[in-house]
């Protein structure tokens, strides 16, 4: 009796390999592309720095006010965003859905306070309130499927029906 081994063979691929010299010109060319990125960063910095030196002191404070004040707003539109996910949590079906749609309306939904009025955006659109759950109606369990008699899957109850016990 002869058994038969497998033979395990790497299975073949149809992937040029590349030469010396394509390995070499595309290892330079990567490095080439990588270092170009590199200075033009470098430059940019460099600039950044020629252009901060040149600034008086008060320039110097009204941009760093600027800069501030960017940095404020981006964080009261951050504080705004998380408000209104709050107020949507729980009464609608899809938050981020229902975020784009009151980022697309703009103020409509806004109260004088700037908080959102969900009652009416929802009025507006009532296919994304949340669904009221069903209530599960309590009462005997059934038996089967339809009302019969229970269905024995267990072995010992196989093998009697089997010899007819």
Known sequence: METETPTTQAPATNEPKLTAEQEAALTERLTAKAKKSWEKERDAKDEEQKRQATLSSEDKVKELQAQLKAKEAEFEAKMVQASR??????????????????????????????????????????????????????????????????????MNDMIRARAGR
């Open 85 to 154: 996910k709050s107020a949507l949590n729980g009464k609608v079906q899809d938050v981020d859905y229902a975020m784009y749609k009151l980022e697309t309306s703009g103020d409509k939904y806004a109260n004088k306070d700037g908080s959102l009025d969900v009652e009416a955006f929802l009025k507006d659109f009532p296919g994304m309130a949340m669904k009221p759950e069903t209530p599960v109606k309590k009462g005997p369990v059934p038996t089967s499927a339809g009302g019969g008699k229970t269905v024995s899957t267990s």
